[in-house]
């Protein structure tokens, strides 16, 4: 792969190019308006380029640039870097610590549902860390989809991707869906609901499923409620009335995935004689 071009340093805040990434990052929409997404740190970076993501453009500290080297042949797998000084890095991001990279990354653009897929669908979660811990929990337990329905946090909002760790580039994602575009989703939907009589544990969990989480504080809308399959509570034999959402996700998840995979006995530890 061809390397990015000579890099062009940028030492004023009021660059044009800063000023849009500073919209990008406090701004969990802008993304939809400009095409462009803008992704802080490491971690992310080095995700996006292990599954193949080709990013538009690098923005790299000086002082990483000039003395850690992973991080930068991390910055030349962009088409081009801009290398800023470390002070002006800290206005790019809502990070403690700011990121010493970041990439710009074209945004894929509103998906369209593909049907016969192992799903969750999300109802109206607003909440962005819920949303980001979700899509997480998605990708490890085998989900390939993830569908917002309108009034849900924005999927690509910087947010939703660092909750997210990375997971967003490993699923397809559809988002502000309307509830009427699940007709074409093709597998059976199950909700979570801690008033449902059957209870996840002892269900029989049909695979693949569209796995469905409603809002923090509504839960499942009622018209959603009736196009699902089946309804199903969390069996909590310690007394509390509900989970967080991103919580019970996880929990029903992980429960689909251990009904389906059997998993490799352990390794046997070395004696220690």
Same mark, same amino acid.
């Given at each position: 792969?061809?390397?990015?071009?000579?890099?062009?340093?940028?030492?004023?805040?009021?660059?044009?190019?800063?000023?849009?990434?500073?919209?990008?990052?406090?701004?969990?929409?802008?993304?939809?308006?400009?095409?462009?997404?803008?992704?802080?740190?490491?971690?992310?970076?080095?995700?996006?380029?292990?599954?193949?993501?080709?990013?538009?453009?690098?923005?790299?500290?000086?002082?990483?640039?000039?003395?850690?080297?992973?991080?930068?042949?991390?910055?030349?797998?962009?088409?081009?870097?801009?290398?800023?000084?470390?002070?002006?890095?800290?206005?790019?991001?809502?990070?403690?610590?700011?990121?010493?990279?970041?990439?710009?990354?074209?945004?894929?653009?509103?998906?369209?549902?593909?049907?016969? @897929?192992?799903?969750?669908? +999300?109802?109206?979660? =607003?909440?962005? &860390?819920?949303?980001?811990?979700? !899509?997480?929990? /998605? #990708? $490890?337990?085998?989900?390939?989809?993830?569908?917002?329905?309108?009034?849900?946090?924005?999927?690509?909002?910087?947010?939703?991707?660092?909750?997210?760790?990375?997971?967003?580039?490993?699923?397809?994602?559809?988002?502000?869906?309307?509830?009427?575009?699940?007709?074409?989703?093709?597998?059976?939907?199950?909700?979570?609901?801690?008033?449902?009589?059957?209870?996840?544990?002892?269900?029989?969990?049909?695979?693949?499923?569209?796995?469905?989480?409603?809002?923090?504080?509504?839960?499942?809308?009622?018209?959603?409620?009736? @196009?699902?399959?089946?309804? +199903?509570?969390?069996? =909590?034999?310690? &007394?509390?009335?509900?989970?967080? !959402?991103?919580? /019970? #996700? $996880?929990?029903?998840?992980?429960?689909?995935?251990?009904?389906?995979?059997?998993?490799?006995?352990?390794?046997?530890?070395?004696?220690?004689?």
């Amino acid at each position: 792969m061809a390397e990015a071009a000579t890099p062009r340093h940028v030492t004023s805040r009021d660059n044009p190019l800063l000023v849009r990434l500073r919209k990008l990052a406090s701004d969990p929409g802008a993304y939809r308006r400009t095409g462009l997404i803008w992704i802080e740190g490491e971690h992310l970076c080095a995700a996006l380029v292990a599954r193949g993501g080709r990013p538009e453009q690098a923005v790299v500290t000086r002082s990483a640039w000039e003395s850690q080297p992973g991080l930068h042949g991390l910055a030349r797998r962009a088409a081009t870097v801009v290398v800023v000084e470390d002070a002006l890095m800290a206005t790019l991001g809502t990070l403690e610590s700011p990121a010493p990279i970041g990439f710009v990354v074209a945004w894929p653009g509103a998906a369209a549902l593909v049907p016969g @897929r192992p799903s969750v669908v +999300l109802d109206r979660v =607003q909440d962005a &860390g819920n949303v980001g811990a979700i !899509v997480r929990s /998605a #990708a $490890a337990f085998g989900v390939t989809q993830v569908i917002a329905l309108k009034g849900s946090a924005a999927l690509w909002s910087p947010k939703v991707l660092r909750a997210g760790m990375g997971a967003h580039f490993a699923l397809h994602l559809v988002e502000a869906a309307e509830a009427d575009a699940l007709d074409a989703i093709g597998v059976p939907l199950i909700a979570t609901s801690s008033h449902a009589v059957d209870v996840l544990q002892s269900a029989e969990l049909p695979w693949p499923c569209g796995w469905v989480f409603g809002h923090e504080g509504q839960g499942i809308a009622g018209r959603l409620l009736q @196009r699902c399959a089946r309804t +199903l509570r969390i069996a =909590q034999p310690g &007394g509390e009335e509900s989970l967080n !959402v991103a919580a /019970a #996700a $996880a929990v029903c998840l992980y429960e689909s995935t251990r009904r389906r995979v059997t998993l490799p006995p352990a390794a046997p530890r070395p004696s220690s004689a």
